[in-house]
């Protein structure tokens, strides 16, 4: 077990150097980072001077290499843009982000698995019928538009949710949290619904297509010729089984809306680290965008690796050597 | 029953938690809903429009533009322009930092010297550049000379903010970014970027302390959204009324539509180099004759816009009142064309940005199409305003979509940026990329600067932009209309101004 998590880590930091070379290039290649940082009157002489105080005269390696060097220390630059230290501008969202993706991470992983067991008992009951209609809704209908609706429903006709925005948020250590005021949880609540739709809705008919599976395996009929109790077959013997593709899947989707939630955050003006993400790539802020992919690379590598690990509490029988 | 008599009082109780009455703004204070939120608080940092509105709030140049557009003394109180190259600037005495420290002479030396770092000021280093000393005569007067003549330096005195030296050097570059420290008439109470901008009135201020006591500036760049947080009543009033949503808040009898010209003037860059159809005056007529800019205006503007007829804006120094538009006449278009041998037309490329200005894209697909009319096989290259300006600045393109909006109300600036020849010594041109070049203008233009007598300049730049016109320098489209929306019983009384900044002192409550 502790080799293999070695091992992984290894390999983690291989995969690191890659994508960061990589983005380097990418971004060094895509246009002339002059554009972010002269602004609009610069003559071309102002231009060479800026380009020699930033080291943008110097060959693309030694960019590179230095850039690997200052990063190691933690040292990530300065934004193009704002001018201030690229870490803490990325590190100064992440509450935010956080704190939206695991809330809604956690209802789409219970109401998902827990609605997918439901539904796979009685597959042909009307009311199992509709919330299966309603999942394949949920998967079709693009993000934007239910963020839309549900602001136009829930903040302008109904006038009781807030539009926009994280509310009134306090602030513990760095930590800015919105759980604890009133209006910071009543700010949550439609964005967390707009994330949690699509992700509910896949992990719904994921746990509901294993569960139809599973159900019918011999070992399920002998544990219930066994005389054991539903629970116990349906959550120890069934679910267990089915739990591994879906634990990898609500994975993927932590990593996925922790870094990526552009949409919903856009939508909803959510500070977090997806919208910075999108008014960068906008301004062309190529140190912000490239720190930005190593550090969500980190988090999902270790989101990856703990899911391995977790595999083995699920399935005793997965064992690392 | 018991459990739905228990989710009836859950939910009743949900409603009664969120559903109070949202009331944006008390008596003193307001909310606004801005369309971009600030890039830095180092009012030396960013050149974009929507910076130096937030910081025009924070800080005071020497000078002060109110929403007429005219200039007014702030932190000098009067200045003499004494020859070609100085500058003489008699500071307003007892102004005080917001952290208490004086305002002097030797802040004003600091600042304008702080504009050549390329760390902190890239996008000043223009400014900067042109400043060859700065001295100190006393602590309240203070001589600037710049390195050649340049009619319009106090032109850009309104954006150019006084920094306090002393806790802009003690302090790290990053912090200088995120605390504003200046004179302003607002002191920043919280910055937490991407969502909102907090600030409460400077009691002490040297104009007398601002009527609205707290300001809260929400960042809501999704349209939608901003129009649901006004009509929601989170906010009081929103900068930048998406258009789509215009008519929908034109018909709200809760909200009133604010509107005034503004000054960003769309055009079409053509250069003129010798053997390519754009070098012939005839054929530059027939693409301005070809294109309907009134059914840009109404169809794709929503009537948001005017024509305009040159690249500078009426506020400006240089504006000519005589030019007119050429009719659109595409049968004339047509025989022009035909004259200057091109009977089949020519094909070319027009490039434009397409997250830049409002209907950028469509602009240039409507261009494409009256200009297919004509018989120009007319290409269409939009992209990204991140890929696009690049594009631009390195003269890839000979025919584009841009926008231009003198923040020294001075045709100088337009000419010098966007047509003077490029690759001269003078290291003008920066934004000609369309390669346009007519020495005889340039010649005309070198001439302006020698001109010290403001009426004798205005006038000689006037009749520059007529010969400019007549020679179809560039096709003028139109101006944007500035656009506030507000809810009446907020009872706010604001106006929009030219240049889009929101100053919040300029506002009160009934």
């Known amino acids: ?321 | 029953m018991k459990r739905i008599l228990l989710a009836f009082l859950m939910a009743g109780l949900i409603v009664a938690f969120f559903g109070l009455p949202v009331n944006a703004g008390t008596d003193s204070s307001i909310v606004i809903g801005e369309d971009s939120g600030p890039i830095t608080m180092d009012p030396a940092g960013s050149l974009a429009d929507v910076n130096m509105s937030m910081m025009s709030n924070f800080f005071d140049g020497l000078l002060q533009r109110r929403a007429d557009g005219k200039q007014y003394p702030a932190l000098a109180e009067r200045y003499e322009h004494p020859d070609l190259l100085s500058w003489k600037f008699y500071l307003r005495k007892g102004v005080k930092f917001h952290n208490g420290n004086p305002f002097t002479a030797d802040d004003v030396k600091f600042t304008f010297e702080r504009l050549k770092n390329p760390k902190c000021c890239s996008e000043f280093m223009d400014y900067g550049s042109q400043i060859a000393s700065v001295n100190i005569i006393d602590d309240y007067t203070v001589v600037v000379k710049t390195v050649i003549p340049d009619p319009t330096f106090d032109q850009n005195l309104d954006i150019l903010f006084m920094m306090d030296k002393e806790s802009t050097e003690s302090r790290d570059p990053g912090e200088v970014g995120l605390k504003p420290i200046g004179t302003g008439a607002y002191k920043m109470v919280e910055w937490i970027r991407g969502s909102h901008v907090k600030m409460v009135a400077n009691e002490n201020y040297w104009e007398g302390a601002p009527r609205i006591k707290n300001v809260t500036s929400m960042e809501v760049v999704e349209s939608s959204t901003r129009f649901a947080a006004l009509i929601s009543g989170k906010v009081d009033v929103i900068s930048g009324v998406p258009l789509e949503s215009y008519d929908m808040l034109a018909k709200n009898s809760k909200i009133e539509i604010l509107t005034c010209p503004g000054r960003r003037v769309m055009y079409l860059a053509l250069g003129n180099k010798p053997g390519t159809p754009l070098a012939d005056i005839r054929v530059r007529k027939a693409i301005y004759m070809a294109i309907n800019e009134d059914e840009i205006i109404a169809k794709l503007m929503r009537g948001q816009a005017v024509p305009a007829t040159q690249l500078a804006e009426p506020a400006m120094v240089g504006y000519n009142k005589n030019i007119k538009r050429l009719p659109y006449d595409p049968a004339q278009s047509k025989k022009l064309l035909k004259e200057a041998g091109y009977p089949d037309g020519f094909e070319i490329t027009l490039a434009g940005p397409n997250d830049r200005y409002i209907q950028d894209e469509k602009i240039c697909e409507a261009v494409t199409q009256y200009l297919t009319k004509i018989g120009i096989k007319c290409k269409l290259d939009v992209k990204p305003k991140a890929a696009f300006f690049p594009e631009v600045v390195e003269g890839k393109h000979n025919f584009y979509l841009l926008s231009w909006m003198s923040n020294p109300y001075d045709y100088r600036q337009d000419y010098s940026f966007a047509l003077y020849t490029r690759g001269t010594e003078k290291g003008y041109g920066a934004w000609n990329g369309s390669g346009y070049s007519n020495p005889k203008l340039d010649a005309l233009f070198d001439d302006t600067d020698k001109i010290v007598d403001k009426n004798k300049r205005r006038l000689a730049l006037e009749d520059l932009n007529k010969k400019v016109m007549d020679q179809v320098g560039v096709i003028p489209l139109h101006i944007g209309v500035n656009t506030l929306a507000a809810r009446k019983e907020a009872g706010i009384i604001i106006k929009p101004r030219p240049d889009a900044f929101v100053v919040f002192k300029e506002i009160f409550k009934k």
């Open chain 1, 1 to 321: 077990m502790v080799t293999y998590i070695i091992r992984r880590l290894l390999q983690g930091v291989a995969v690191l150097i890659c994508v960061s070379f990589i983005c380097f290039v990418m971004f060094r290649y895509s246009g002339d980072p002059m554009g972010a940082l002269a602004g609009v009157y610069a003559t071309a002489k102002d231009r060479e001077q800026i380009r020699i105080a930033y080291g943008l005269d110097k060959p693309f390696y030694i960019q590179y290499v230095h850039f690997v060097a200052r990063a190691t220390r933690g040292d990530f630059g300065n934004s193009y843009v704002t001018r201030v230290p690229v870490l803490g501008l990325i590190v100064e969202r992440i509450p935010a982000s956080v704190e939206l993706a695991v809330i809604s991470a956690i209802i789409a992983l219970s109401l998902g698995t827990g609605l997918g067991v439901l539904v796979s008992l009685k597959p042909r009951l009307a009311i199992n019928r509709l919330i299966m209609a309603g999942s394949l809704a949920g998967i079709s209908i693009p993000t934007f538009l239910m963020g839309i609706l549900l602001v136009m429903f829930f903040a302008v006709y109904l006038g009781i949710l807030p539009p926009f925005g994280r509310g009134e948020t306090v602030k513990i250590g760095f930590w800015r949290t919105g759980l604890l005021t009133w209006s910071g949880i009543s700010s949550l609540i439609l964005p967390v619904v707009t994330l949690t739709v699509y992700q509910l809705a896949v992990l719904l008919r994921l746990t509901r297509a294993g569960m139809l599976e599973v159900l019918k395996e011999e070992y399920i009929k002998t544990a219930w010729s066994k005389g054991l109790s539903p629970r116990r077959v349906i959550f120890k013997h069934a679910l267990k089984n089915v739990l591994i593709p879906v634990v990898t899947i609500s994975g993927l989707m932590l990593g996925e809306i922790l870094a990526f939630a552009v949409v919903t955050e856009t939508i909803f003006q959510w500070p977090g680290m997806g919208n910075l993400l999108l008014k960068s790539i906008y301004e062309s802020d190529q140190p912000v965008i490239v720190t930005y992919i190593i550090l969500v690379s980190i988090i999902i590598l270790s989101i990856n690796i703990l899911i391995d690990i977790l595999y083995c509490f699920l399935n005793p029988r997965i064992r690392y050597g």
